[in-house]
Structures are given as C-alpha cells and as structure tokens.
C-alpha cells in the first residue's frame, strides 16, 4: 500500500505535505554493445578484474554483467545473428558515427523504491513499465525526453558481501555460455585479448 502524492513544482509531496526524494544509490549498469562476448568476457574479467557477476542467455541475444565496486556494474548485449557497426574513436573527440549506446540503468536499495519511483512517473504523466523480474535484478522501463532508453533497477542479492558462484543460477542464467565462461566456471580464463589505443599512431609506444 503506497501513500498517495501530489505534485507542486518540480516536487513530490506525500500526504503530510513534505517532497518525496528518490533514493537513488548510484548508476546499476550502463548497457553497451558487442560483437564478441566470449572476447568481450576475457577483457573485462581477466584484463580489467571486473568481476563477471551474471549472465542472461535468451534465444536471441546475450546479456552479461561486470562489477564496479559497490554495485555499479557495465553491462553487454550481444544479438544473435546480428552485427553492430564498430567504431574506434578517441574519448572526447566528435565523430558523426557515434551513435548511442543501448541503455543507462540507474540504481535502487529495494522494491519498495523501484515502486514509488514508477509510481512518481505516472504522478508526472510518463510512461513507465511493470516491474520486470530479471531474476538478479528487477527493474522498470522508461524514457528521457530525448527518447534515450533508461531504466531502474535493484539487485537482489549484493554481490559485494556474498559473491555468486558461477553456478548460482540467479546471476548465471545463460544456458549456453560462451566459452570464456565455461573457463571461469572450470577456474580460470586461458587467454584474454590484446587491445590498441585508439586514435594511436602505430609508431606511437
């Protein structure tokens, strides 16, 4: 049962008249591309030691998860049958191929957060989404008004205090891992990838 809010302003106001803040706790995960997952497991987990802590598996595409501290993670969709454009560009410099990215999820403590802020959507007159059960993360949908897809989410579990195996099926879900995967799962990665500055020259040390 939610207490109904007005809203004067910018502001939210609960029944006794004081603004109602959004408990935000940080970024959950931001949504990139790849082409490669298996290669793109073996950068962020063996290059970078940002720890691998979910895998989503569907049909038609991949999903996988790389921690950042306290539950900050990027994450990776991989579509099947399908190739994005790639683009190696220096950070900071403009290039008109540039296109945006898949989707920025924004971080909650719990449910009851999740809900009010849906419900404070719909109080300001924006679509929004049912809470979507993601197993490791539950989340709602919505977008900014420059049609950038957004998201917020809560993790069910903390994997800072009590690390998930790799085959704790509520983080690892992708029934048919890439192989760097099934490497972590047996100990250990055989290999990680080699990568180039970019906008480096090749005389460039």
């Known amino acids: 049962m939610h207490a109904t809010t007005t809203t004067t302003s910018t502001k939210v106001l609960d029944d006794t008249g004081n603004a109602v803040a959004v408990p935000w706790i940080g970024i959950n995960h931001l949504a990139l591309i790849t082409n490669d997952m298996d290669t793109t497991v073996r950068f962020w987990h063996g290059v970078l030691d940002a720890p691998l802590v979910a895998t989503v598996g569907h049909e038609n595409f991949r999903h996988y998860f790389f921690a950042f501290g306290e539950s900050t993670t990027v994450a990776f969709f991989e579509f099947s049958g399908e190739r994005a454009q790639e683009l190696n560009k220096p950070a900071g410099v403009f290039d008109e ?50 049609g950038i897809a957004l998201e917020a989410s809560w993790w069910v579990k903390d994997f800072n205090e009590s690390p998930p195996g790799f085959s704790d099926e509520t983080f690892f879900h992708d029934s048919n891992p890439v192989p760097a995967v099934v490497e972590l799962q047996a100990g250990a990665l055989t290999r990680t990838p080699v990568t180039l500055l970019a906008g480096a020259s090749s005389d460039q040390p």
């Open 97 to 146: 191929r540039a296109t945006q990215f898949d989707h920025l999820s924004l971080n909650l403590p719990d449910e009851a957060a999740l809900l009010a802020l849906r419900d404070r959507l719909h109080t300001f007159g924006c679509e929004v989404t049912e809470v979507v059960d993601h197993q490791m993360i539950r989340s709602i949908y919505f977008s900014d008004p420059n």
